[in-house]
């Protein structure tokens, strides 16, 4: 056989071809896809000869699939899941044409992060829209996913089995020493550290409590000259010599030229999450951009 360069194979002859290596035989393949047996015998002649090969042994047992049919039908698959995926793609955009998603998030991932999700998701969607409620705490984020004030809830603490989550980022805490802080080697070391005043978030935030935790398996304890509530009056307060401070990266952003910027000698990082009540109905659009969110999980150090 001679593939004629004039023709062209159908999807429909693929998928009757798919059928025929599924049950075996073609008119169990003609009955499962409700249509002649004559003519599912006529579309893969056409097929063979459009092809050049021959793709399918006949014989009492059925159909099997020659060597070359075996590769063919591999290819076909592909091709049908493809055919699916365009599908999805273009009913998701008819069905996209309004609504609204309501998100709740710490300051710092909705500056570096979720503004540039939410730049792409509006050029796709211009039609839906995005409204952000901004918190102090994960307590906060989880109250507002709770009481239905948001859909999408970023978290950098475990949820329980009320939430699913997945995550989005790694967000590593950054060592912040004014300029004047002379360092004796490439890095820093735990005597650096125990000896040097510090400016940490309000007692009993989750940020300091985990720097604390770490730092104390190492047998160091840090010396809090300041506590305060936000992160850009920490970082101010480092950038004016009041102190250092252990802060995550994005928290800090932007970090001026002037201070100095650290690993930890045992690094650190906070896990960034995704987190929706379970088993939630949500509209399309949530879906939509949720599969936008994961499209840029990422690790930051």
Not at 46 to 53: A, M, R, S
Not at 180 to 191: E, I, P, R, Y
Not at 241 to 251: D, H, Q, S, V, Y
């Amino acid at each position: 056989m001679k593939p004629n360069p004039k023709s062209s194979f159908t999807l429909t002859q693929l998928r009757i071809l798919i059928a025929i290596a599924t049950y075996g035989s073609f008119s169990e393949a003609a009955l499962q896809l409700e249509m002649s047996q004559s003519s599912v015998s006529n579309a893969i002649a056409t097929l063979e000869t459009e092809l050049g090969v021959i793709l399918f042994v006949r014989g009492r047992q059925g159909a099997s699939l020659t060597p070359v049919g075996e590769q063919v039908l591999a290819y076909a698959k592909q091709m049908m899941q493809l055919q699916e995926e365009i599908y999805k793609t273009v009913n998701l955009a008819k069905t996209l044409q309004g609504g609204q998603v309501r998100i709740t998030s710490f300051r710092s991932i909705t500056t570096h992060v979720l503004s540039g999700v939410i730049a792409q998701f509006r050029q796709r969607f211009p039609q839906i829209g995005v409204t952000i409620l901004e918190q102090w705490d994960n307590q906060h984020i989880v109250s507002a996913l709770r009481q239905g004030q948001a859909d999408i809830g970023i978290i950098d603490h475990p949820l329980d089995d009320q939430f699913d989550t997945w995550e989005l980022l790694q967000d590593e805490y950054v060592v912040l020493l004014p300029s004047s802080f002379q360092v004796k080697g490439t890095g820093l070391d735990w005597d650096d550290l125990r000896n040097y005043p510090f400016v940490m978030f309000s007692e009993g935030d989750q940020h300091d409590e985990e720097v604390f935790a770490h730092c104390s398996v190492f047998d160091t304890f840090l010396k809090v000259a300041y506590w305060v509530k936000a992160d850009s009056s920490i970082v101010s307060m480092v950038a004016q010599g009041l102190g250092a401070t252990i802060i995550p990266r994005l928290a800090a952003e932007p970090i001026p030229n002037t201070i100095q910027v650290f690993s930890l000698p045992v690094p650190l990082f906070r896990m960034v999450q995704v987190a929706v009540l379970a088993d939630a109905l949500f509209p399309l659009p949530v879906f939509a951009f949720l599969e936008m969110l994961k499209s840029e999980s990422r690790f930051y150090i």
